[in-house]
């Protein structure tokens, strides 16, 4: 059984058939044909998907080691870094680089993109390219506007941003990786999420609690100031931050929503486990369910691989 994590759960409940190429059969190093495509594929985004991660890594580049420094925000720094990664990004992905013999993505470093459209030769318009820049400077735009959230994060002793957090609870292995854990002196940790989504309507309550449920559980790095293991999970500060409608979204939890997690992940862990590990012996791809929704399977990266 892998290592069970929110973003996994959800893909298998999507698509069981999805979940398996990307979480059983896509391998970096592999150098079966089979896992070597389905690592390629993986990489694949929508234009939706790609901007949200241009907003991260210039969130993880430019914003936090400038808070790590207690410094202000330079906004041309900013926009600056964002749009010549978009526009390396928006030429790797366009001359469709990611076909190219030998590629390694670790290799390109973040001038690495692969568009979903381009692998399956769909058009990618201006008007996409050009909702995407303006999305990105509007997410950006709130971001810096977030006097609050930046004076209170300058308070803290350390920032960690996208550490993975591996822990174990009831006997299930799992991982999870915040956007950002922030550590104070005299105060609980906060955890934040960075959402770039046009309609923001998702309660991410959930998501957020496997992250102070795993933070609170997890071996500590050597970076963490603190062993936050002293800490319950109701204790840990929660924020989701919609940078799209600019909107900070606090979350308080209670012990009836640990307990919801914890049932949420013994559910899910199972019925993985089973699908992957029948009764009946060895189990193949093309046995597992694929979604019933038809517009989920024109939108699957996997999906050269799932419909020969």
Same mark, same amino acid.
């Given at each position: 059984m892998s290592t069970w994590s929110y973003s996994n759960s959800r893909l298998f409940r999507k698509c069981q058939r999805q979940w398996y190429f990307k979480a059983h059969v896509a391998e970096a190093r592999a150098k079966d044909q089979t896992r070597r495509e389905a690592f390629l594929l993986s990489k694949l985004q929508t234009i939706y998907s790609w901007r949200g991660s241009i907003v991260d890594q210039v969130i993880l580049m430019r914003y936090v080691p400038?808070?790590?420094?207690?410094?202000?925000?330079?906004?041309?720094?900013?926009?600056?870094?964002?749009?010549?990664?978009?526009?390396?990004?928006l030429e790797f992905a366009r001359a469709h680089r990611l076909r190219e013999q030998g590629m390694k993505v670790t290799g390109a470093g973040? @001038?690495?993109?692969?568009?979903?459209?381009i692998e399956y030769g769909e058009e990618i318009t201006q008007e996409e390219i050009d909702a995407a820049w303006q999305d990105i400077e509007c997410a950006l735009t709130n971001l810096?506007?977030?006097?609050d959230l930046y004076a209170r994060l300058l308070t803290a002793s350390h920032i960690i941003?996208?550490? @993975?957090? @591996?822990?174990?609870? %009831?006997?299930?292995?799992?991982?999870?990786?915040?956007?950002?854990v922030a550590f104070f002196p005299d105060q609980p940790p906060v955890i934040i999420d960075w959402k770039v989504h046009t309609f923001a309507s998702q309660d991410y309550r959930m998501q957020l609690a496997l992250y102070a449920l795993a933070l609170t559980n997890?071996?500590?790095?050597? %970076?963490f100031p603190q062993a936050p293991v002293c800490y319950q999970p109701t204790e840990i500060r929660l924020i989701e931050v919609q940078l799209l409608t600019n909107q900070q979204r606090l979350y308080q939890l209670t012990d009836a929503d640990i307990d919801g997690v914890s049932n949420y992940m013994a559910r899910s862990a199972l019925n993985m486990k089973l699908a992957i590990d029948p009764a009946d012996g060895a189990i193949s791809v093309f %046995?597992?369910?694929?979604? @019933?929704n038809p517009d989920e399977c024109q939108r699957c990266p996997f999906r050269s691989m799932c419909w020969k």
């Open positions: 400038t808070l790590k420094r207690g410094q202000q925000i330079s906004r041309w720094d900013l926009f600056k870094y964002a749009e010549d990664v978009f526009d390396r990004q973040d @001038s690495f993109a692969a568009f979903f459209g810096l506007s977030m006097k941003p996208q550490r @993975s957090l @591996s822990f174990t609870h %009831d006997g299930i292995k799992a991982q999870g990786t915040p956007d950002l997890c071996k500590p790095h050597r %970076d %046995d597992l369910p694929v979604t @019933s």
